[in-house]
């Protein structure tokens, strides 16, 4: 964020953004509960975990993490090339065409991917259903992102989760309270698997002018806002 987006986003923790995090409790539970050194880089302590898995200098794990052209993933992907070098991690970033990279990912024969999301509403439910792990899989159409998630506890415990969401959608408090729960445990489950690594969260800025009436932003910042007015006042 610092050094490649200039400050124009926010490091993220979950799949769901800020705005509609459940309770509005993004940052508290990031701080108390994240498992990885939230906001912090401990390569003394990644290097003990692949050397416990049996890496070294002479074997380092070697993955490919595949994105669509952009400027900003290019440099992502060169500083997570230096960084895991030293914890025994050989990462090659490549770039393709947007289409060929969803057709790949489709099928599985990705290794890794960058990749974003632009919901159609702004609620938890339009992120984490692309976690529900039967809808990751990539040996037919998959509805969610393409990760073959299964066959963990992490992944039964996210799958238990989404069902709960499903199964509570009346406008109830008493049912938004059980979806938020379930919300809050697919995070989690993410969290223990790290099928998804969530990257940043975009941040819309925009200017103000005294006397000029604009409609804010809403959850999803500019995001499918639609207005065709604007009042200004002498």
Known sequence: ????????????????????????????????????????????????????????????????????RSSANKQIGQRLQDKLGAAHIDLRYEETQFGSLLNRARTGDVDSYFLAWIPEYPRPDNFLKNLNPPATQTDGSPDGFYLNWGGTAASQAAEQAWQRVQSNMEPTAQA???????????????????????????????????????EPFGGLGRTYQEYNSVVKSE
Do not use: C
Request: charged share 20%.
């Open 1 to 68: 964020v610092d050094r490649v987006l200039n400050t124009r986003a926010e490091p993220a923790a979950h799949l769901t953004p800020p705005p509609i995090y459940p309770g509005g409790d993004y940052r508290s539970h990031a701080d108390s509960e994240y498992p990885y050194s939230y906001d912090a880089t401990e390569l003394a302590k990644a290097r003990s975990v692949m050397e416990g898995a049996g890496y070294g200098p002479s074997n380092p794990y070697q993955f490919t993490l595949t994105s669509y």
């Open 176 to 214: 938004r309270q059980t979806r938020e729960r379930a919300y809050v445990a697919m995070e989690v489950a993410n969290w223990d698997d790290v099928v998804l690594l969530p990257l940043v969260h975009p941040v819309d800025e925009r200017f103000a002018y005294t006397g000029v009436d604009v």
